[in-house]
């Protein structure tokens, strides 16, 4: 968790979405989490976007759209909902972010009692040359 917090628009992120976990709890669909993050975003003065859409890159072509919940900076951020494990959502993020030439995401699963337990920021490396 420290290393999440080092990067500072992490930090912002997950700060907010535990605001978002105090006032909202646990149990509402996703959406309404992914609504009220954007919201608390905007109200810390924290540019982002919601639904934005992404091409999906196949050796350097675009092959489709696909939607993140939000994007902040660079910092893509998946909204989740479930009792399961956080990484259970890692090889999803990782393929969206991958074939979307980005690096680096945050999941945010909103379904367990304790916000924190349900964060996990993804990174990984670009092989530019695939």
Known sequence: MNDQLKDPISGKVISAAIEVHRQLGRGLDAKFYKVALFKEMKLRSVDCMMDKESDVLYKGDAIGKQTFDLLVDDLVVSVKN?????????????????AANRTTALILNFGHSRMLDGVKRVMIKQNYGD
Do not use: A
Request: proline content about 6%; aromatic content about 6%; glycine content about 0%.
């Open 82 to 98: 479930s009792q399961e494990t956080v990484d259970i959502f890692i090889p999803e993020i990782r393929s969206k972010i991958k």
